[in-house]
């Protein structure tokens, strides 16, 4: 099932958002689960309803992270300078067809965040063999609808329900070469905000004392960026 994702395009002048031309998208693995599960739970009733078809609770939502294999299928998402993640995309694959899936945090949404990881599965799937990528989202969805329509897919409707299928040509010398870029890209952009977040953190330990309450910094707080098997 599919998350609202807002689809390529500027934003309105009214919200103060710009479009960015780049964004870091980053393979996500194994050890990323607790990542994965705090950005799904952080969604609310109604983004939970289009991205999985239900309103799913907060066990329903930890045993789909678990069961997610990254030995099959590919998961990929968008860190901020925070290093949370703050757009999910999974594609899961079988066989020849492929499934994507996305949710995208409300407060990134208007970034074109739905439109680059819906770009990158495009890639991805494409390398890993697949002919036809598939995209089941709710009727009502009609950002993600947008964005799939665009790419040129075949929508079909039944209810309530859309199933969206996107015929990908085959693999070659230019998508490889594009997909090892946009990866190495991806790390080096994620090295950076992690290479700030703890200069950052290394001055707060520094700080002195505030001048009214006499109180020192937490030395002993953990910082994310501190996680080095991140």
């Known amino acids: 099932m599919s998350e609202p994702v807002v689809p390529p395009g500027p934003a309105p002048a009214a919200s103060g958002r710009t479009r960015f031309r780049w964004v870091a998208v980053r393979a996500l693995a194994e050890r990323h689960r607790p990542h994965m599960l705090t950005h799904l739970l952080a969604l609310g009733e109604r983004d939970r309803y289009l991205r999985f078809g239900q309103i799913a609770s907060d066990l329903q ?27 999910l995309a999974h594609l899961a694959l079988a066989g020849p067809n492929a499934e994507f899936g996305v949710s995208v945090l409300p407060q990134v949404r208007g970034r074109g965040f ?18 036809t990528l598939v995209i089941h989202a709710l009727s009502e969805n009609t950002a993600m609808l947008r964005i799939v329509r665009r790419a040129g897919a075949r929508i079909d409707h039944d209810g309530g329900d859309t199933v969206s299928r996107l015929s990908l040509p085959g693999e070659d010398f230019a998508s490889r070469l594009e997909a090892l870029a946009k990866r190495q890209a991806a790390e080096l952009d994620y090295g950076l905000k992690r290479q ?10 520094l700080r002195p004392a505030h001048p009214r309450t006499g109180d020192a910094p937490d030395t002993q707080a953990r910082d994310p960026a501190q996680d080095t098997a991140v």
């Open 114 to 131: 739905g439109g680059r990881l819906f770009e990158r599965a495009l890639l991805l799937a494409r390398n890993r063999g697949v002919g």
């Open 196 to 205: 700030a977040r703890q200069i950052g953190a290394f001055w707060r330990r």
């Open 61 to 87: 939502i930890a045993r789909y992270v678990a069961r997610i294999d990254f030995e099959r299928d590919e998961v990929f998402g968008i860190f901020n300078h925070r290093l949370d993640v703050v757009a």
